[in-house]
Structure formats: C-alpha cells, structure tokens
C-alpha cells in the first residue's frame, strides 16, 4: 500500500527567464514523492485566477492530488521571479499577500493531517500570522508516527527565531543547507566547532530523528540519534539549481519512511538532487529510465 506524503505550505509559479515552472518547496516535495511511486498531495491555497486553475492542471498532469487545495476569492495565486546567476544558483523575489499567506484551518485539512504518513513544511509560509496558526495546527493533528519534516529553507526577511524554534519544536526530521544551519545556530546558540557537530547539537537540543544537511557540490551529511552518514556529492552539469534541495527533502523522507539506512539514503537523495539540476525546473519530467538508474 502506497502511503501518503503531504507538501504543506506555498504553491507558487517560479518566474523562470525561459518562462514560468510551478513550483514552492511543498509543491516540488510531493512532486518527487509522487515520482518515487507514492501518494502525494498539497495543502496549499490558490487565487481564483488563470495560474490558480493552471496550478491546479499542472498537479494533475503530475500525478499529485489537488483535492485539498483551497480557493482564495481575495488574493491571487503566488509567483516568484527567478534570477539565475552564471552558475545557475537561483535568486528569489517573492510576491507578498498571496493566496498560501492565508491558510485555514477545515475539517478536511484535519483529515487528510490524520491520513498522512509524512508532511512537509517550511518557514516561508508561516511569513504571516494566519498560514502560520493553520501550518502549526495541521502538524499537532497529524499523528504520532508521521515523519513531520521541517524543511528550514530561509528566505529572508521572511523568517524569524520564534518561527524557528517552533517548527523545530514540532518537526521530528530537520533539513536545512549550511547557510541555514549557520543562521540557526547563531540564532540558538548551538555548541559546535564545525558543521557536524551543530548538526549533532540541533538534533539532541530537540530530540530529532534526523538532521539533514546539505552540503551543495560537496553532498551531504545525515545525522541520527546514532548513526552518521556523509555522501560526497555528484558532480553534474548545471542547468538550474531550482528544486535540488526540496528533491532532495523528499527521497530523503521517502526512503527513510521504507525503513532505508541512511547511507542508501544519502546516496539516492544526492543522485537524484544532483539530476534535478541538469533539468529546467523544479518539476521535470521523472521518467523509469532515470529512476532506475537512481534507485538501483
């Protein structure tokens, strides 16, 4: 039985210089975990407009449920304009008041929280006090043996400490890069002489299962209660780096939902980041072919 991966939080079109992409960290989460053959939805909210309804298409096509996404009759879908540098690393100018800035909280958001198996989420979308009370509540529904992953991702200015110390208090799976664990760190005065010892200090100041961090070309590290993994890094040819890190997030919840050691995990989610950046998008096409020679 397929289990049910949940991205929480902004869905919003990625202004591309080729054109627009869909995407939002929660968005290409459920992407990859749809591609990795399992259920995935998005709880998110749109604007009753034309990108609201080509979202909605655009998920379908995907092979991600859109049933409980919700309509906003007030404030327009969200967009965010990309800026590629000449290494293809992207730069972020993302569109404020939108339609994810006010999620609500319904009976079919407690269901499908109760349903899920792993969740998600991010400190964007809590930028604004209403998303933020229905991101939080959706997570204290879901139940006690979900993977509830926080997806750091900073965006400044839309963060702040308190932001962070709660989802952390409510996430038992942490990714962040290592530009995002030096701001934690600062911010929560971790203990640490190097990268993997604040990793080490952030899983046991909130009893996390598993601290991820990402390490660009360099790969990445996985932190357990106890075990460690580090993986190299794939060298690839870079297109565009939008979506490497939250394709990462879900082979790494993926796997680890089917019990993988984080070894294996390392490697699939690293192999699979590292393809995403050859492509266009955070959402390109995952055909059997590329995950064969991924997962085997």
């Known amino acids: 039985m397929r289990k049910l991966f949940v991205g929480l939080g902004e869905i919003l079109w990625d202004i591309l210089p080729t054109g627009k992409q869909l995407g939002g960290a929660p968005a290409n989460f459920a992407y990859i975990a749809a591609a990795l053959g399992e259920r995935a939805a998005v709880a998110s909210r749109i604007g009753r407009d034309r990108l609201g309804y080509e979202a909605l298409q655009a998920l379908e096509a995907h092979g991600v449920e859109s049933a409980w996404m919700q309509t906003d009759e007030q404030h327009p879908t969200g967009t965010v304009r990309v800026r590629l540098d000449e290494r293809g690393d992207a730069r972020f100018e993302i569109a404020e008041d939108a ?138 040819e870079v297109v565009d780096t939008v979506g490497a890190g939250d394709a990462f997030t879900a082979a790494m919840t993926v796997l680890l939902s089917r019990g993988q050691r984080l070894d294996q995990i390392g490697r699939v989610a690293n192999l699979l980041a590292s393809w995403v950046t050859t492509q266009r998008g955070a959402m390109p096409p995952v055909t059997k072919d590329v995950l064969a020679q991924i997962l085997q």
């Open 99 to 236: 339609a994810w800035d006010h999620l609500a909280w319904t009976p079919a958001w407690n269901a499908l929280a109760q349903e899920a198996h792993a969740v998600c989420f991010g400190t964007l979308a809590q930028r604004r006090a209403q998303s933020r009370a229905t991101i939080r509540r959706f997570l204290r529904a879901v139940r006690s043996d979900a993977l509830k992953v926080l997806d750091v991702n900073l965006r400044p200015p839309f963060y702040s400490r308190e932001v962070i110390v709660s989802s952390l208090a409510l996430a038992n799976v942490v990714k962040l890069n290592r530009e995002e664990l030096g701001v934690v760190a600062g911010l929560l005065d971790l203990i640490g002489s190097d990268e993997g010892e604040l990793a080490r200090s952030l899983q046991r100041r909130f009893s996390l299962r598993l601290v991820c961090l990402t390490l660009g070309a360099q790969g990445s590290l996985l932190v357990a209660e106890d075990e460690v993994a580090h993986h190299q890094g794939v060298r690839a």
